[in-house]
């Protein structure tokens, strides 16, 4: 089993439809992220958290929201999706010693229409 | 706010070696990593930078040289399935998230051809 894994991997919705994508990890890691991906722009942070009780807005978090539900399980929702939100999702976690390398999910792809 | 700069494409032959750069503006710096990332799939980690100089894992090695805020990734006798992109990211601890997440730059998109 992935370390990191995601669901739905893909999703094709409407504008204004409620959206969760969730992440859950296998690696007792504290530390989980949310990054979206665009072509030519990067990743992009928009949520992260350091434990259960701690959420914190990245660069992008204005559309999003998010609920850590256990040390494992990090949720992004979209209360009410839009066009310029289609993009990659990734979730992270990451240890909290050294390096911090953070091991990434296969990403979910969500399209709005 | 940071700024990290890296190429958007270079392509390269199989067998061959390949630079690629990053340089970076930031206000602080905490580390430089390396992620490679195939079309559609998750970013990988490659390499962890914060004390100036080379750092070499195999065929892939990862230099630093924090005053010129520089940073070159070099993969040696080039494969086919090396074509991917390339992310260079910083860890700035006066950014989101402090010491403890990078931002990413673009990522560079290295084709190697037969």
């Known amino acids: 089993d992935a370390d990191v894994t995601q669901t739905p991997r893909n999703r094709i919705t409407k504008t204004g439809k409620r959206i969760m994508l969730e992440c859950s990890q296998t690696?007792?890691?504290?530390?989980m992220y949310w990054y979206r991906q665009d072509p030519g722009l990067g990743l992009r942070l928009i949520y992260y958290s350091f434990d259960v009780k701690d959420i914190n807005k990245g660069e992008i978090s204005d559309g999003y929201s998010v609920s850590r539900q256990a040390q494992a399980k990090f949720s992004l929702s979209l209360e009410s999706a839009i066009p310029n939100q289609t993009a990659l999702y990734f979730c992270a976690t990451s240890g909290t010693g050294g390096a911090n390398v953070l091991t990434f999910g296969a990403g979910s792809r969500l399209t709005v229409l | 706010g940071q700024n990290i700069d890296q190429p958007t494409e270079m392509t390269a032959t199989e067998g061959a070696i390949v630079q690629i750069n990053c340089t970076y503006q930031t206000s602080g710096f905490n580390g430089l990593f390396w992620y490679q990332q195939h079309a559609g799939e998750a970013p990988t980690f490659l390499s962890y930078?914060?004390?100036?100089g080379l750092e070499e894992k195999g065929r892939f090695s990862s230099f630093l040289s924090r005053s010129k805020g520089y940073s070159y990734l070099l993969l040696k006798e080039l494969q086919m399935k090396d074509s991917a992109s390339y992310l260079c990211?910083?860890?700035?601890?006066?950014?989101?998230?402090?010491?403890?997440?990078?931002?990413f730059g673009r990522g560079t998109s290295l084709i190697v051809h037969p």
């Open positions: 930078n914060v004390l100036d």
């Open positions: 690696k007792g890691h504290d530390r």
């Open positions: 990211a910083v860890r700035d601890p006066n950014e989101t998230g402090g010491s403890y997440i990078p931002t």
